[in-house]
């Protein structure tokens, strides 16, 4: 195939990649105008939807308004026995309160106690398994020092 064959072969693959790239894009444009037109009707349902949504929250803010009007008008008028009833809870707990306190005492006596035994433990533990570890070691390095004097 001489130079002038090739570049004709050349030619004419470019001009069937051209003609392809061209029938993709074609194809292209059209799905994207459909989504296009796709989104923009979605856009345009959101906010038919958003604009009935104020609307129906607007007026339901108004019953609201007014429930809460007279929701505060009742809760007014019961904070005073409310407040009655937490004087006289308020003073229940404090004559409770010197009892819980010396019960709590002791129990914090007790739990300092068994924090300090578990502490011992817990030492005791730490070395024994940090002697296993260093003893572990040792070994291993006996171990490696063995294998290198057999080879």
């Known amino acids: 195939m001489n130079f002038l064959e090739a570049l004709t072969f050349g030619g004419i693959i470019a001009t069937i990649l051209g003609v392809f790239l061209t029938l993709y894009a074609i194809i292209n444009n059209k799905t994207l105008k459909a989504e296009a037109k796709n989104i923009n009707e979605l856009i345009t349902e959101f906010r038919r939807e958003h604009s009935e949504t104020m609307r129906v929250m607007m007026e339901r803010l ?5 429930e809460h009007a007279e929701t505060m008008r009742v809760m007014t008028e019961r904070l005073d ?5 937490h004087a006289e809870t308020m003073r229940v707990m404090t004559e409770r309160l010197d009892d819980f306190r010396r ?5 914090i006596r007790m739990i300092a106690e068994k924090i300090s035994e ?8 730490i070395k024994y398994i940090a002697n296993l570890i260093v003893t572990n070691g040792e070994r291993t390095r006996q171990e490696i ?7």
Do not use: I, Q
């Open 62 to 66: 108004d019953d609201f308004r007014r």
């Open 81 to 85: 026995d409310f407040r009655r009833e």
């Open 103 to 107: 019960e709590h005492a002791e129990t």
């Open 118 to 125: 578990f502490r011992k433990s817990h030492e005791e533990t």
């Open 145 to 151: 020092r063995r294998k290198k004097s057999k080879h």
